[in-house]
Every structure is written in structure tokens, then in C-alpha cells.
């Protein structure tokens, strides 16, 4: 009996069985019989780095552990467990190198604290123990990489020929990512550390901000440092101080959007002992929604010890600009300029004041010619001004190419650019992670608490140096440090430069 429905099945046999042909005939054929060795190769070369891909080399009073993996984005990384890991751009290879520290010879380390030339003599074998260690870890990863992928091709072909081809193709791999590696090798990237882990030892692991304003020029000078550094901390971390008395570094703490949030406080006051901070600036939104019952929360500037610049933010009404002006080491700029520490600033607080985020006047267009007004009022005056904060970006914006730094809040999340008139807009995250609201955000991840330290040189007054901090947001545990290094400090300012060049960290959203 005649039935559409057999032939639709006797056709669909049909297609199969051709599909099932054409997928043997392929299977049979050299291209997939090679596209087999070469991952065979890939997976057995990795395998065999993950394995016995290790070498322990002396470097200083450090016993290190080098390895090398697969890694889409090329990076040193050095790891200071318990503390953390300070990882480095060095290359644009897809491997990442990495440095464990495993063991310190305490009496190499103690030497240190007693003689001052240790450090000096040390730098002047450390290319060698590096060197060495380096060329070590090459040799063994060829080697393993190579033979990795050799057992592997015979253990899954069961032929000479294919298994020699896939220690081939994993030889092949390795050489020309280390020939990208060494070619693209950047040593100064050393000098801004992206550091993860333990807060309290960023300080010393990073590094001195007089190091990174005095711009060491030999490599080998500042990995010796940063060997010391890590070797210091596990003899004595406690004991060490987190920066020398030097007058010619200002650092100042940048802070925005606490939002009411009372662990904001602890933050702050940690990262003021830690980094030694001169001043703290504070762009805006100090509070939740303005009351006079959240006016108390004011009263902790106080016990900071340390000037606080701060502008009032569209969430602070005027009430908490005065509990703010009550506090002994508060500067409340509006209009004004001032002089703290040694540097010039110019403040003006948000006039909107909007707590339940309702629209009222003036607009964004009438914030953004207030801006510009207080611009050409600044660049009109007779004195040069260093910082302008703000607490918002519209409000800042007309400040391109009038001063070299602006610093504003508002958004939540860090944002940076440097323009092409030589300004740099340093948009700071909720030191506060966003207050208490945070807990309602309705992304799944908590918004960070993020802060920055930021180093001037207090003869000229520009930024040398920053480093960017991130804390797990509530709920979170996590840590990063991350040190951004001006590569033109002293350019001019309203002057077009062709080399800037915009750098954002990350991605804000309006709060």
C-alpha cells in the first residue's frame, strides 16, 4: 500500500546512510588522520608541561619554582602565597611563566635587615640566577612538552611515525610561542605589578611609590627589589615599614560613593596606615539620602587624622555638607580652590540634590554649562591648579585641557582616560560598594569596593603614579592591587598629544 510516510522515512534512511559515508570517508582520509595527531600534540605537550614542566632555581635568598603553561593572554606571574600573586604584563605569547616562591633562606633574608648592600649585591647576580633559571625552564619544557605529546600520539595512534609527528607539532608550537615571547618581551612592565591577594601586604609587595616616582632604569635594579621585598615579608612582615619618610611624594587617597556604608570607614582607615596616605579626597555622595539622622555619620572623618577634601554628591543635601564642614580636618570645596599638602585643588559639589533619584533641576545640559563656567573661572585665575573634583562627569568634562588631573565619582565603577589636551579624568568606583543598597544590585556579582592611592610629586604638583584597589564587594573576600605608572607626568596640558591615548579599567554605571 502507497504511503507518504514510508517513503519520508526510506529518505531519511537514505540521507543518513550518505552522512554516515561521507563522515567515514573523511575518517579515512589524511586530513583528519592529521588533524587528530596535531591535537593529540597540543594535549600531550600540555600534559607533559602540567606534569614535570618545573624547575627550582636559587635566585637571591629565594628558592623559586618556574613553570610554564598554555595561556591565552601572555603574563608573568610571581605567587607570594600566603599573600597573593603579583602578576605582570611581560609578553604577548599565549604562555604564562610562573614563579613560586617555595622556600627562603632565612639567613640570606636576615642579612638584608643588617647590611644595606646586600640588596645591591644581589642585584648584581640576579640576571644570572634569572637567566639561569629561565634558560633551565626552557630546556625542561621542550623536552617534557615534546615528550608529552610523543606518548600520548603512540598511546592513542600505536605508530612510530604518527607518535613522532605529534612531538613535532608540540616542539613546533612551543618554539614559535617562546620566539613571540622573547620578541615582544617588555621588562619594564615589572614596574606595574598587578598584585592579588592579602590587602595588608600590598603595600610591601608592590613596592615603594618613591621607587616608582624615582623611575628605576635597570631591570635587574627592580627585580632585585621585588625579590627583596617578597623575601622580607616572610622573615618579618610585621616589622616592616610600609614606605620611608621621603618629603618629595605626596600620596593621596582617592575615595567616592560610600553611600552610608559604615565598613567604608574601616576601609579607609587601613589603606591611610598601610600606604601612609597624606590626604584623603572624597567625591561625593556621602550619604544615602541626606537626612538630618544620617548626619552623624560624618562625624568619622574626624578620627582619620589626615586633611579630607570632599564635595557634596546629588545624594548629600546641605545638611550634610554642614556636618561635613564640622569635622576639624575637613576642606569642603564649592567653588573654591585651596591648598592641601602641597597641591592646589579646585572643588564644586553636585547642586542637584536627587536621594530618590527623581529628576530635578538644573539638567544635565545646565550641570554641564555650570562646569564650564567654573572651567574658564579656573583657567582665568591667577593660580594653577593641580587636582579639580567633582562629583560627576558631566559636571567635569569642561575641564579637558584646563588642568592635568579631574577627579570625579557617580558611576560605581572605575573609569579612567587620559585626552588628547594632556588632562587625565580618573572616575572612582563606591568606595562604599555602593552602600547598603548594594544588596540590592541586580547584577549577580556584588559591586566591589574599589579606592585608589594616588603619588604626586609635590614640587610639581602632577601625578607620578597610582594604584588602583579592589575589594570583593559584600559578601567577597577577594583583593587587587593593580599599579598604573604615568608614562609623561609632566606634559603639557591643553596642548594636543598625539600619543595619549584613552585607558579605561572598567566600565561604570550611573549611580
Known amino acids: 500500500m502507497f504511503s507518504w510516510e514510508a517513503i519520508r522515512r526510506h529518505d531519511h534512511r537514505e540521507t543518513l546512510d550518505r552522512a554516515r559515508a561521507a563522515f567515514a570517508r573523511v575518517r579515512e582520509g589524511r586530513a583528519w588522520r592529521w588533524a587528530c595527531v596535531v591535537v593529540a600534540g597540543l594535549l600531550g605537550g600540555w600534559l607533559g608541561l602540567a606534569l614535570a614542566g618545573q624547575v627550582v632555581t636559587p635566585i637571591g635568598p629565594a628558592d623559586v619554582t618556574f613553570s610554564l603553561s598554555p595561556q591565552l593572554n601572555g603574563e608573568t606571574v610571581v605567587d607570594v602565597a600566603p599573600l597573593g600573586q603579583l602578576a605582570f604584563e611581560t609578553h604577548a605569547a599565549p604562555l604564562r611563566v610562573e614563579a613560586a616562591i617555595t622556600d627562603i633562606r632565612l639567613s640570606a633574608a636576615q642579612e638584608m635587615f643588617t647590611d644595606p648592600e646586600a640588596i645591591d649585591r644581589m642585584a648584581a647576580g640576579i640576571g644570572d640566577d634569572l637567566r639561569d633559571g629561565v634558560i633551565a625552564l626552557v630546556v625542561r619544557s621542550l623536552v617534557t612538552a615534546t615528550l608529552g605529546a610523543f606518548l600520548m600520539a603512540l598511546l592513542l595512534f600505536r605508530n612510530l611515525r604518527r607518535a613522532l609527528a605529534g612531538g613535532a607539532v608540540s616542539l613546533g608550537a612551543l618554539v614559535v610561542s617562546g620566539a613571540v615571547a622573547a620578541a615582544s618581551f617588555n621588562p619594564s612592565a615589572i614596574a606595574e605589578p598587578r598584585y592579588t591577594g592579602l590587602i595588608a601586604g600590598a603595600p610591601q609587595v608592590v613596592g615603594s611609590a618613591e621607587e616608582v616616582v624615582g623611575r628605576f632604569s635597570e631591570y635587574q635594579e627592580q627585580l632585585a627589589g621585588l625579590v627583596g621585598n617578597v623575601s622580607m615579608i ?24 560610600i553611600q552610608l556604608n559604615p565598613a567604608s570607614w574601616s576601609i579607609i582607615s587601613s589603606l591611610q596606615d598601610q600606604y601612609g596616605v597624606d590626604a584623603v579626597v572624597d567625591s561625593g555622595d556621602l550619604t544615602d539620602r541626606g537626612s538630618a539622622a544620617e548626619d552623624t555619620f560624618a562625624d568619622e572623618i574626624a578620627g582619620l587624622d589626615v586633611p579630607y577634601v570632599w564635595v557634596k ?189 584613552d585607558d579605561p579599567t572598567e566600565e561604570g554605571s550611573p549611580g
Open 234 to 257: 616572610y622573615e618579618a612582615t610585621s616589622e616592616l615599614p610600609v614606605y620611608e619618610d621621603d618629603e618629595s611624594v605626596v600620596r593621596v587617597l582617592h575615595v567616592s560613593d
Open 313 to 501: 554628591g546629588q545624594h548629600d543635601s546641605m545638611g550634610t555638607q554642614r556636618a561635613v564642614e564640622s569635622q576639624s580636618n575637613a576642606v569642603v570645596l564649592d567653588g573654591e580652590t585651596t591648598e592641601v599638602e602641597g597641591l592646589t585643588f579646585y572643588g564644586s559639589g553636585d547642586p542637584r540634590f536627587t536621594p530618590d533619584e527623581t529628576r530635578v533641576d538644573p539638567d544635565e545640559e545646565e550641570l554641564a554649562a555650570q562646569g564650564e563656567a567654573e572651567a574658564e573661572r579656573v583657567a582665568d585665575g591667577a593660580e594653577e591648579v593641580d587636582v579639580a573634583v567633582m562629583h560627576t562627569r558631566t559636571q567635569a568634562e569642561a575641564f579637558d585641557g584646563v588642568v592635568p588631573l579631574v577627579l570625579n565619582g557617580d558611576e560605581h565603577l572605575r573609569d579612567t582616560e587620559l585626552t588628547e589636551l594632556g588632562t587625565r579624568f580618573l572616575v572612582q568606583g563606591s568606595t562604599g560598594g555602593a552602600g547598603l543598597s548594594g544588596l540590592d544590585h541586580d547584577s549577580d556579582r556584588p559591586i566591589p569596593y574599589q579606592a585608589s592611592v594616588l603619588y604626586f610629586d609635590r614640587e610639581t604638583g602632577r601625578l607620578q603614579a597610582r594604584d588602583d584597589i579592589d575589594l570583593g564587594g559584600i559578601g567577597l573576600t577577594s583583593a587587587q592591587v593593580e599599579r598604573h605608572i604615568e608614562a609623561d607626568p609632566d606634559a603639557p596640558v591643553g596642548e594636543p598629544d598625539d600619543d595619549a591615548t
